[in-house]
């Protein structure tokens, strides 16, 4: 097996600390996430179950997820999705002044989000969101949606890899 690139994630609290791994083996390239501590291995199974959670939520074809597998304790398997990063495409736009092009990126994706993701007037809760951002519970968003279902998507640009037939990938769901 070959390594084509890590990155490790030790600024995060210890339970959420997480190596990020590409490996190819015999032509076929995957993605680990291993835990990097004992406490980060229940983060890595929650990442698993966040994703599949996630499909079942996504409404039509414009945002897929990529399949993923545990692969033993600690360690998530993930395909590999060939393509670029929204943000790498936002940024080029950008160096090459073209205001045209970064408004239509933007409204790509606006409209994708909307294609694939309902609204709700709630936020979905979950408890990691009190222990990384500080909030007590769901009250402290009051005000502040529609929500995206669930709102723990994170669909931010570099989370998401333009697909060569118009859609996207999101390679992170990690609330």
């Known amino acids: 097996m070959d390594l084509l690139y890590a990155v490790y994630n030790r600024h995060r609290l210890p339970a959420f600390q997480i190596e990020t791994a590409i490996w190819r083996d015999a032509g076929r390239t995957v993605v680990h996430k291993t835990a990097l501590t004992p406490e980060a291995a229940a983060h890595v199974r929650a ?11 996504l409404r039509g074809p414009r945002i897929r997820l990529p399949e993923t597998a545990l692969r033993g304790e600690g360690v998530l398997e993930i395909a590999f999705v060939p393509g670029r990063r929204v943000d790498d495409l936002l940024a080029e736009a950008a160096r090459q002044r073209r205001a045209d092009r970064l408004e239509a990126i933007v409204s790509d994706y606006l409209e994708a989000l909307r294609e694939s993701f309902p609204l709700q007037p709630q936020p979905v809760w979950h408890p990691d969101m009190a222990r990384v951002f500080g909030m007590s519970d769901a009250a402290s968003l009051q005000g502040l949606g529609p929500f995206l279902t669930p709102a723990l998507a994170d669909p931010i640009f570099e989370n998401l890899i333009a697909a060569d037939d118009g859609g996207y990938v999101l390679i992170d769901a990690e609330w």
């Open 47 to 57: 990442l698993h179950a966040h994703t599949e959670r996630l499909r079942g939520c």
